[in-house]
């Protein structure tokens, strides 16, 4: 995030596109409920299935899935014509606004309508008029923008956005992602990204390469760019990667196109996982470590608002189970390493050291502070709000992006829309949630979500056990008969292993950022005969 | 903002114009006796155990009353002492408030105003009107009407904090009681289960059902530390009882989530003691993984990527680190990968 969580109540009002708030960061989605509710914020909802936010919002636009960039050029076109942006910020800190007001053109509101199936084009045009009257106005997206093979640019696309209104570098403005894991902001600060080094360093760059060799006494390390992990699945699945270490990761349920995962970890010469169960993954490994879970370890782990607290030790470790730390300085040392880390201190005191946005947060001070990166010295109180002077790269840079349609069209033969996603009781892939007892049992069994129109054009039944399937496999699930998506289109949770979403997504990539477009494949319903 | 003194007790203070006289009190380590007022909330001034007296004359409930420069505050005095046990003698006719059966035993505020004012058991002259016990409907919360003080604190959390707006009061007088959505039960209702109002109960009216352990609420160890599930990152403060099992977390006030919680941070965390937790390192041998020592594996592990990295070089080896792990051990992860392999084969979850 640019922002913070604790701006929500700063903000006049909130763009959410493509974020589930209150059933994926319910915390967070409250906060905004209770702004919009109780003191009258306004409210702008862009998402193909209606959620609990949408029945509170002002404007609440149903867009097909994979039109995200359509309808915020179709609310900046109007923006721009209506004369509505700021002026002064766009020419004081932006450059690139020509040429995107020219592709901008002709994304007309009925143009857009078309393209995101919504009935009144005019509704754009108030939803744009909104924003531009909340003073500041702050976004907030999740995987709804960035799961598509469009994703880089429908993140560029909110970024245009928010940088026409003028609400970047302000309290209660910002583009803010929600992160959908509690360290994910973390792992990718600390460089587990296969082109990056802590702090978001190239490992191309020659500079990075030195400066890293010296920090670490080693030798040879690579420029060359690694694999992202749908690569990685790739490159096994083709024998040109032959051993694989996961730890804490569940691809055979997280990744999409899940025949194709077997295969390629079956395919492996080595296959490590450590883990805090035998997950659907584990039981394709040749070495299973046991590790300790999250309330028997000690560290730190950075939120989606870049905050980095501490973790404290809960409960004593698991009987046999290791510290994920230990475990991969165990096997560095057998392999030369000569490590000597004693405590995740030792190893936060070298990340400091080598992470400039880290450099100046302490154990001693996230006790006592809420410190969010950057903070370079140990007297910087820490960053609330990115970009307030300006940005990264100085200017900001509008991107002229033009809509371009998802991956995978329907056809005669796979005439749905498949799109996928979380629910508020249950987590990822299921291990941790559906090894608690309540969770569990409120919510034991997936389903797909199917629109009455729907139903009653295949003859299903609500609660009738169906089959669905892509191009790459089928399921056998529940349906809920109900009206939240348009018809056409069904949605599917992914966190049971029984009815596996990811056995049906495609696994074709964002080009730049090599995202897989979960969010939008074509399938098919069928009714099982008795 | 303007500041305002003000007397309270005798000593004078400061505070802002907007604020209560509690508010003001509390802000100056000044503890008045309140039930029905929680700073997180708006102010009802139902319970009226509040009360001080304003001007030497008129009792007032200090959590509604705006404070006021020039003012001088008694917080307690002989005839404020009788308000308030007369106020807690009221609460214990109208319910049936034994501490040996409630969840809340310990941590009771108003078994604290009780202890504090040399409460005696009530002499029942007003009829007791049985209310709601429901502790099966939902598999979350458990509800016990009659150790109810009737504050409305989990009717105003869930409006304001939670926003779900599940709880709310029906009928009036005596017969005023808790309802959750259109007169349901809590676990028929559209709760979602996120315990702010537990967490917000004075009494143990609200409770939760038991996760793993039990405990006597004096006997429990707490710590706090960050949520393992989404972005948000809530700070939770997980309790533990003698025999190291988890009982139950509250929202930590400190944390980006200003003590809130949903389902998964309040009930989500027992999968930590689950009995399927893996406890030896397997090995696959002869097609069947087996367990080994640790040292048998480590070994196995280090040999096979050593082998592996000889024969193939190190772009044949790829890392998968982890969003649900901590940044050191995210870092060490990395840092294997680069400088141990030499690949910079190594990613995570984050675009899944």
Redesign the interface.
Known sequence: MTNSIGEVPLSEGYLVIGSNTTENHPVIGSMIKGQVQNRGKKLIVVDPRQIELSQLADYYFPINPGTNIAILNGFMHVIIKENLYNRQFVEARCEGFEEMAKTLEKYTPEYVANICGIDKPDDIVGAARLMASLKPMALYYSMGITQFVSGVNGVKSTANLQMLLGNMGVEGGGVNPLRGQNNVQGACDMGALPATYPAYQPVASEENREKYEKAWGAKGLSTKPGLTVVEMMNAAHAGDVKALYCMGENPVMSDPNQEHVIEALKNLDLFVVQDIFLTETAQYADVVLPSCSFLEKAGTATNTERRVQPMHHVLKPWPGAKDDWWIIEEIANRMGAGWTYKKPADIFEEIRKVTPSYAGITYGRIEKEAIQWPCPTESHPGTQVLHRESFGRGKGLFTAIEYTPPYEETDSEYPLVLTTGRILQHFHTGTMTRNSRILDETVPEGWVEIHPNDASNFNFGDGEVISVSTRRGSIRIRTRVVERSKPGVIFLPFHFYESCANRLTVDCLDPVCKIPEYKVCSCKVEKISA | MNKIKLTIDGKVVSGYPNQTILEVASDNGIDIPHLCYHPKLSKSGQCRLCVVRVGGKMLKASCTEFAMDGMDVVTEDEGIIAARKLVLGLLLQEGNHNCLYCEANGECELQRYCRMYQMEEPSRQIPFHEREVDYASS??LRRNENVCILCGRCVRAC??????NIWGFAERGHRTHLIADDDRRIGESNC???GTCVQLCPTGALSF?Q?LGRGLNWELSK?????????????ID?Y?NPQ?Q?VKTMGND????KG??????R????????P?????????KDGV?SEVS?KE??????????K?KEE?G???????????????????????????I???????????
């Open positions: 598999n979350a409006g304001e904090l939670q926003v779900s979602v289960k996120c059902q996760v710590e706090s530390s960050i949520c393992i599930y989404c972005g948000v990152g809530c700070k997980f533990t190291g988890l400190e944390g980006p989530n809130q919680l949903c389902v998964k941070g009930f989500g965390f027992d999968f930590t003691q689950s399927k937790r893996l406890s030896k390192p397997l090995v696959r993984l640790w594996a480590l070994d196995f592990v280090a040999a096979g990527l050593t592996i193939h190190p772009d044949a080896i790829a890392g998968l680190s982890s969003a649900k792990c901590t940044n050191e051990e995210n870092y060490l992860m990395q840092k294997f990968m680069r400088a141990v030499g690949t910079n084969n190594v990613d995570h979850c984050a675009r899944l």
